[in-house]
């Protein structure tokens, strides 16, 4: 449709035909309404006019600036409610990361306002804000001093097992995490934030509680692997207590841990209380430290292939010895050309006297022999450590390939040999292992500093995870191929001078891995403390748990000082318990069973859940639209258009909540029959239509009433409908019964009333069957103004089902005068991407808001239309006949729409033979009337158009121009619904601009947000 031509429309053949009898009064009408016309059209038949043309007079045009602009003059009575889309997006690219979910970012920015300062954007991208962080935290205490132990023990095949179900859980979870930080923007406050806010307050409390002890405990279990590292393998003789008996010396190493720490803990925490910035400072050393100290392993395993190194193991018969207590593995030792007995000899046998005969018979029967501890890549030792070899607690280390004479021997000799401290099963290596994988909330926990939060934390994480996974698994394959068995069981390398046995492995020294796997768990237990605080002041924040609120408080400038000495102290409970093997489990989860009780309290249940929506409205991320399908029948009771049915049945899909609802007319006692066999029907229907819900049918005096009760009354509790889907009023232009729009009207009026999202479904036979596919196309939305986020919600749902799947979206929006078109396309784009959507963006140019002639005509028609038939009082056969003139001559206006709406039937036009008795007085009064026509076709000559209703056709006409022209071939066009004009006088107009609206589109969805935001940027 093009503004340039302007066709010219004669009235006088409508009144030619009307009054026949007076053709001259008629002729001089027609004439006078041609010359008012052609005056009031541009003498250069352009529709490039001014707004301060004879259109509007001069009163009117002084007032122009008072408007909003005339593009949008159809939305204007709702533009406090329903923001321009421009306006919409500016407020969106002043977001920032904070603390605060959606609701609570949205009010902290309207409190605020003016006062917010001038933050630095987010900078860190995938790699050091997620990547390496995950890598740091993940890897840890447990890589470097408990996996060679439980692959020697759980043997190879069962090891892997044992990583492998490990990293699948927690890829699970960072999967899950995914969904859910990629949901939306996430906002600064990490893991806890994501959980709390996707699970409810309930459940997040719970989890995040849970979620805060675990990293608490962490957090000694690495200050814990710090002073075993230290005390064991760096600075034995820094140890302050020692064995009174040499079986003694696990409890004097329990009271060191103890001891060291506590002072660990309490020098820990100081550095978190004094700045989380000298923590940051840190972080690169410590992981620098990881990854060095893993390349060492790999860099020893390849060396082990031509040149193992030298860390001879010595044997007793099968029993392994622990080599720090004697310094030649053999029985005798020449000294001074003297053959005497060997250190060894005399711990067997109290003296060094190769006479002596109290020694162990153990030691006397059995053969003492040496063998490689790293026998290397190239060996065979991986088909011995292929399979397990699980221990009793104090059950010595044997190699069961060499033979021996099996005699207990004494247990004053017992502290020589390598034993088991604790006794092994799967499920301990389990519990013991899988908090090594743990650490992927790292990259999450850094929202806030994120460049690009909801594709940083996905990849970021799986690929920490990916590569992990491969650094445990390939180590334990490594470590059972280069180590021999009776090494890997032992847990802190007595059989190798008291080496840590990872250590034997790397190269160039072993002092690498001891070194660097002390200052790694240092700096994981520096970041549980800095990490555990602040999740315990998230959760107090948020009043969870009343007596936590104190938690919540901290310094000025936001250090959780209560929190962090709360951690500690629970720290300090694990930091007593002394033992890195007991600690760990509590990381991990224990399996229970705890029955099925749900099965026998459905009712409850479902009352219980019923209740719980009756609490309040979803949060923004829960809505969808729950549909109050409103149908006509026929005469028949059937169905008018089942296509209805079929729209909403691929808008759900078959899930949440479907009422489908009818009015019959007629009073309840004598139509109760009916109501029963339309409920049949529209069940019928729904089955066949797929549509899971539920029907209902009242019966009404009026069906506007039973309309209003429908949209009031349906549903149980909070289990309510939230959206209303409104058939077209096909033909209302021709009927000459005006309750049929005025029924429309009155039904937009009260879901408006209501808070209820509404859907006019326009063309409704022309949407596709459930059996039908779109294998191309496009899904057009048409986003004029912002009223909740419905526009870009629904085709979303579209898509989901077989139906739309393949159609691709695209959006468009108007710029106005005063719109940065480009920055508006670029900042959609922004938000379509943090909502997770897949569309084409455009933005449509509007600058030119002169009112064309054609729209000026068009608007004087439809004025002299509703004018007339008030005045005229016409007969139902004059009525009727009228209409189809009228109909007729918009068909011209129309100027050949591709699609007719007119589904029912087209009244019969022929107007009925009436059969009259004229008496003298009837005659005069026709008479009188006929003499009076005239008169009154002058007053319709003389109407001049409201401003308003210009102003309105002109939004309607210029969008409907832009909207045929670029979405004529798509599949579906949503489009914002004017709301109906305040005043009821301007009902009939309202649908006139519909019609001019969505004319020449196949299938049109018209759309109004029920006065609330149903979609989010927030995960």
């Given at each position: 449709m093009s503004t340039n031509v302007c066709p010219r429309f004669m009235v006088a053949t409508v009144l030619d035909d009307l009054f026949t009898s007076t053709g001259e009064a008629v002729q001089d009408i027609s004439n006078s309404l041609q010359i008012v016309s052609q005056q009031?059209?541009?003498?250069?038949?352009?529709?490039?006019?001014?707004?301060?043309?004879?259109?509007?007079?001069?009163?009117?045009?002084?007032k122009k600036s008072d408007y909003y602009d005339k593009n949008l003059a159809l939305f204007e009575e709702e533009l406090d409610i329903r923001p321009k889309v421009s306006s919409l997006l500016s407020r969106l690219v002043s977001y920032t990361s904070f603390t605060q979910g959606a609701k609570e970012h949205e009010e902290s920015e309207s409190a605020e306002g003016s006062k917010k300062k001038v933050t630095k954007s987010p900078r860190m991208g995938t790699l050091m804000g997620v990547y390496l962080p995950c890598l740091q935290n993940i890897f840890g205490v447990i890589l470097f001093l408990r996996l060679t132990w439980i692959v020697g023990t759980a043997g190879i095949m069962q090891a892997f097992l044992i990583v492998l179900m490990c990293c699948c859980c927690t890829l699970l979870t960072a999967i899950s995490m995914s969904a859910v930080a990629t949901n939306g923007v996430v906002p600064a406050g990490g893991s806890y934030f994501m959980i709390s806010r996707s699970l409810g307050p309930e459940f997040g409390g719970a989890v995040g509680l849970c979620f805060y002890l675990g990293t608490t405990f962490a957090a000694a279990m690495y200050i814990l692997g710090a002073i075993e590292i230290l005390l064991k393998y760096i600075v034995p003789k820094a140890a302050i207590f020692h064995a009174e008996d040499v079986n003694d010396g696990d409890s004097a190493m329990l009271n060191n841990m103890r001891v060291y720490g506590t002072i660990f803990l309490s020098c820990m925490a100081l550095v978190v209380f004094v700045g989380v910035k000298y923590v940051n400072k840190f972080a690169s050393l410590f992981l620098a430290c990881v990854i060095v100290s893993i390349l060492s392993i790999y860099a020893g395993a390849i060396k082990s292939i031509f040149d193992p190194p030298e860390f001879p193991i010595c044997m007793l018969g099968n029993r392994t010895l622990s080599r720090d207590l004697f310094d030649v593995c053999a029985r005798t030792v020449v000294q001074d050309n003297v053959t005497i007995g060997s250190r060894l000899w005399e711990n067997f046998c109290g003296s060094t006297n190769l006479t002596a005969d109290t020694c162990d018979d153990y030691f006397i029967h059995n053969n003492i022999t040496e063998i490689q501890g790293i026998p290397g890549l190239a060996s065979s030792i991986i088909r011995e450590n292929m399979w397990s070899s699980y221990l009793e607690k104090g059950a010595i280390l044997e190699k069961a390939s060499i033979s021996s004479v099996d005699i207990h021997g004494s247990m004053s000799s017992f502290y020589l040999y390598v034993s088991a401290d604790i006794t092994t099963t799967f499920t301990v290596l389990l519990g013991i292992f899988f908090?090594?994988?743990t650490g992927?909330?790292?990259?999450?926990?850094?929202?806030?500093?994120?460049?690009?939060?909801?594709?940083?934390?996905?990849?970021?994480?799986?690929?920490?995870?990916?590569?992990?996974?491969?650094?445990?698994?390939?180590?334990?394959?490594l470590f059972g191929a280069c180590i021999e068995g009776v090494v890997l069981r032992d847990k802190y390398g007595d059989a190798v001078r008291k080496n840590l046995v990872v250590g034997t492995l790397s190269w160039p020294s072993p002092w690498v891995i001891v070194i660097g796997s002390f200052f790694s768990t240092c700096g994981a237990g520096l970041q549980s403390l800095t990490g555990a605080p602040r999740l315990l002041q998230a959760i107090a924040k948020d009043n969870i748990i009343p007596f936590l609120r104190v938690f919540g408080l901290g310094k000025s400038n936001g250090e959780p000082t209560w929190a962090l000495l709360l951690t500690a102290v629970i720290a300090e409970l694990g930091i007593l318990i002394a033992s890195l093997d007991m600690v760990a489990p509590i990381l991990s989860i224990a399996e229970k069973e705890w029955g099925d009780g749900i099965r026998g309290l459905s009712l409850s249940a479902a009352r219980y859940a019923l209740l719980r929506l009756e609490a309040g409205p979803p949060h923004t991320k829960n809505w969808r639209p729950q549909l109050l399908v409103l149908l006509k029948l026929d005469e028949d009771l059937h169905v008018k258009y089942p296509r209805l049915l079929t729209f909403a049945s691929q808008l759900k899909a078959g899930k949440g909540l479907t009422i489908v609802g009818s009015v019959i007319q007629g009073n309840f006692l004598e139509n109760m029959a009916e109501s029963q066999a339309s409920e049949q029907a529209i069940k019928n229907m729904m089955e066949i239509e797929k549509v899971k819900g539920f029907c209902q049918v009242i019966v009404a005096n009026k069906v506007r009433e039973g309309i209003a009760h429908l949209i009031q009354s349906c549903g149980l509790g909070g289990m309510k409908h939230n959206t209303v889907v409104l058939g077209w009023p096909y033909g209302w232009r021709q009927s000459e019964d005006p309750r049929a729009w005025k029924t429309f009207i009155n039904t937009v009026r009260c879901t408006t009333a209501a808070q209820l999202a509404l859907m006019v479904p326009k063309n409704v036979s022309f949407y596709p069957g459930n059996h039908e596919r779109f294998t191309e196309g496009h899904i057009d939305v048409w986003w004029i103004v912002h009223d909740g986020g419905m526009l870009m919600l629904l085709p979303f749902l579209l898509k989901q089902h077989k139906v739309w799947r393949k159609c691709k979206m695209r959006i468009f929006t108007v710029a106005q005068m005063d719109d940065n078109s480009i920055q508006m396309k670029k900042d959609l784009a922004t938000f379509l991407y943090q909502l997770r959507i897949e569309a084409e963006v455009e933005v449509v140019e509007m600058h030119d808001s002169d009112i064309s002639a054609y729209t000026y005509e068009r608007t004087l028609m439809m004025e002299q239309r509703s004018q007339m038939l008030k005045q005229m009082r016409l007969s139902s056969a004059e009525r009727g006949r009228e209409a189809q003139l009228i109909k007729d001559r918009h068909s011209i206006i129309r100027m050949g729409s591709l699609y007719s709406d007119e589904e029912e039937e087209i009244i019969d036009t022929v107007p009925e033979k009436i059969q009259m008795t004229w008496t003298k007085d009837k005659y005069e009064a026709e008479r009188r009337n006929r003499k009076n026509a005239p008169d009154n076709f002058r007053e319709l000559i003389s109407i001049k158009p409201n401003q308003s209703n210009v102003r309105r056709m002109h939004t309607a006409v210029k969008l409907n121009e832009v909207i045929v022209n670029r979405s004529h071939d798509a599949k579906l066009v949503l489009l914002n619904m004017p709301g109906p004009p305040k005043n009821s006088e301007g009902d009939e107009n309202y649908m006139e601009f519909l019609e001019v609206l969505t004319e020449g589109l196949e299938r049109v969805l018209l759309v109004r947000g029920g006065g609330r935001e149903v979609i989010t940027i927030y995960s």
């Open positions: 009031q059209m541009p003498s250069s038949g352009h529709g490039n006019h001014k707004e301060n043309s004879p259109f509007l007079n001069n009163a009117e045009s002084a908090p090594s994988v992927i909330m790292a990259g999450s926990n850094r929202s806030g500093d994120l460049r690009d939060a909801q594709k940083s934390i996905p990849v970021g994480t799986i690929l920490a995870i990916a590569t992990t996974s491969l650094v445990y698994l390939s180590s334990v394959v």
